[in-house]
């Protein structure tokens, strides 16, 4: 019930294409969800997030959408570059934060 | 930009040795954590701290793990006696509010090699 699933684990995007992540839950007393992007040799850091009575979020080019009867969440990407290749991870706050498995995204150039 | 700091970027310790891994979170931040990645895989929660106590901790943060606020700048992270399995980045966080705002801010990561 604590967990929080996330796929696909890796994904190659065209420059210029729409990447999206997508991410599932169980607990319905999660109440915040984060996206984090990683770079390699660097820590996490919040790309976007979006709380449950919001169905999407919107900053540049990536958008969270929310289906809280379906308790999914996605990550989408648009117009996706070079400098977007990373792994993304989705997380769900409960009493704290579990991190889904995580997406290594490529852009191909 | 404030950011956390944590050293030693690389440490590498011998099974059964004890570590202190130590962060300096942003400084007007109240909310400390750790957070371990075991190398390709998820980020997990470790800790939780406020107000000079743990808050927070996981199934993972057993009698072997402490930790600490023995100034008013660093956070540190103690492993008494280290296993091979403990062998992961070790990421330190800081938040403003907690659970009243979430946004945390992590540090570049401590990568510990158990051998």
């Known amino acids: 019930q604590q967990q929080v699933k996330q796929s696909p684990q890796s994904l190659i995007v065209q420059k210029g294409g729409i990447s999206i992540i997508n991410c599932a839950y169980e607990n319905t007393a999660f109440d915040y969800f984060p996206w984090y992007q990683q770079f390699p040799g660097k820590g996490p850091a919040l790309l976007i997030a979006i709380r449950p009575d919001v169905s999407e979020k919107k900053e540049g080019r990536f958008t969270i959408s929310f289906n809280k009867s379906a308790k999914q969440f996605s990550l989408h990407i648009m117009d996706s570059q070079p400098g977007d290749s990373a792994t993304y991870f989705c997380?769900?706050?409960?009493?704290?934060?579990?991190f889904g498995k995580g997406t290594r995204l490529h852009i191909l150039p | 930009e404030p950011e956390v700091t944590q050293t030693p970027s690389h440490q590498v310790t011998q099974m059964g040795q004890e570590v202190i891994l130590r962060c300096v979170p942003i400084s007007n931040h109240l909310y400390f954590y750790w957070y371990r990645q075991i190398l390709g895989q998820k980020v997990e929660f470790l800790v939780s701290f406020y107000n000079n106590e743990i808050s927070e901790k996981s199934e993972i943060f057993d009698d072997q793990f402490s930790v600490e606020r023995p100034d008013g700048s660093n956070f540190t992270l103690k492993i008494r006696s280290t296993k091979l399995e403990d062998s992961a980045m070790y990421f330190c966080?800081?938040?403003?509010?907690?659970?009243?705002?979430?946004?945390?801010?992590f540090g570049p990561g401590t990568r510990l090699t158990v051998t």
């Open positions: 966080a800081s938040s403003p509010f907690g659970q009243e705002l979430e946004e945390q801010y």
């Open positions: 997380a769900a706050r409960g009493d704290k934060i579990i």
